[in-house]
């Protein structure tokens, strides 16, 4: 067992049993429809929340911890001496990043924990927790491990799909009026993330299948030829719409390790039902 703890916020959609595996804490956001409030992947799986989603007539709000919340697990991964690494949802999308930050300026010995601004979202960066914490597991040192983890996000490539624009619109990234056309039109668009950790439309295709060929295209740019890891997250229930571009990426790259999970509450608020992220990296 390493000198290093891992935490991360559950927007990083790690699979339970991954956590588990490797003792990875988890601060919970919240999700609230209407008056009701709940722990984002605690008390709220995502099968649940697609399905109150269904039948809410508006859009769910969320929210990021207080620093109370990571203070408390902060305090709970160092009651035995080690350190902390801490890494969060861009801090261009949600304020869980600074929560965190003011949660270590609270510690009596704030050098004992480290907080990292992923810049990403899902398991875009919840690859990089689950690689920080085998690290960690292996002995590796703090600088070791942070600077594995720039190394890692620098070479990964993200995509996302979303089977409707309307949940883009609800939540303010487009007009209406874009969403109509798009749907309408059957409009596509390829999101991704940028180096600063806003979500971008970095693509469009006109149908699914034109959509899954270019994300193959624009993946094959930076990794043909080469052994790869590869991340999918997906809607619970909706995995059908997932299965024909897994199986391309498959077919198509050297894929060395393997991972899918389910899209949580917090991110499907913002993303809608229907949503599938690609994250393909060189295989470590």
């Known amino acids: 067992m390493g000198a290093i703890a891992l935490v991360t916020d ?26 009701e409030e709940y722990l984002d992947n605690v008390d709220l799986q995502p099968a649940d929340f697609y399905e109150k989603l269904q039948s809410f007539p508006g859009l769910p709000k969320s ?42 300026s609270m510690l009596e010995d704030e ?14 960066y919840g690859m990089l ?23 890692i996000k620098s070479s990964t490539k993200l995509y996302f799909l979303v089977d409707t624009l309307e949940y883009l619109h609800k939540g303010g990234r487009i007009g209406r009026a874009s969403a109509l056309f798009g749907s309408l039109l059957n409009i596509k668009p390829i999101l991704t993330i940028d180096d600063e950790g806003y979500v971008n439309a970095l ?9 899954f060929a270019r994300i193959v295209e624009l ?37 060395r390790r393997y991972m899918q999970s389910e899209i949580g509450p917090v ?8 949503t599938v992220g690609i994250f393909m990296g060189p295989a470590v």
């Open 111 to 124: 050098s004992k924990v480290t907080v990292i601004d992923s810049k990403s979202a899902s398991m875009g």
């Open 10 to 35: 559950s927007t990083a959609d790690i699979p339970r049993a991954e956590r588990e595996r490797l003792r990875i804490g988890m601060v919970p956001l919240k999700v609230h429809f209407g008056g």
């Open 267 to 274: 991110i499907g608020t913002h993303a809608g039902p229907g």
């Open 219 to 255: 993946l094959d740019a930076d990794f043909a030829g080469k052994p790869v890891d590869l991340n999918v997250v997906v809607t619970p229930g909706k995995t059908e719409m997932a299965e024909e571009l897994i199986a391309l990426l498959k077919e198509r790259f050297q894929i």
């Open 63 to 104: 929210s990021q911890p207080s620093p109370a919340d990571f203070l408390a697990e902060f305090e709970r991964q160092m009651a035995d001496g080690k350190e902390v690494l801490s890494i969060h949802l861009s801090s261009a999308l949600s304020g869980t990043y600074q929560s965190a930050l003011l949660a270590k």
């Open 203 to 211: 693509d469009k295709a006109r149908g699914q299948k034109r959509a």
């Open 129 to 151: 927790v689950i690689r920080a914490a085998e690290m960690a597991e292996q002995g590796a040192s703090m600088d070791e491990i942070v600077a594995e983890i720039a190394r």
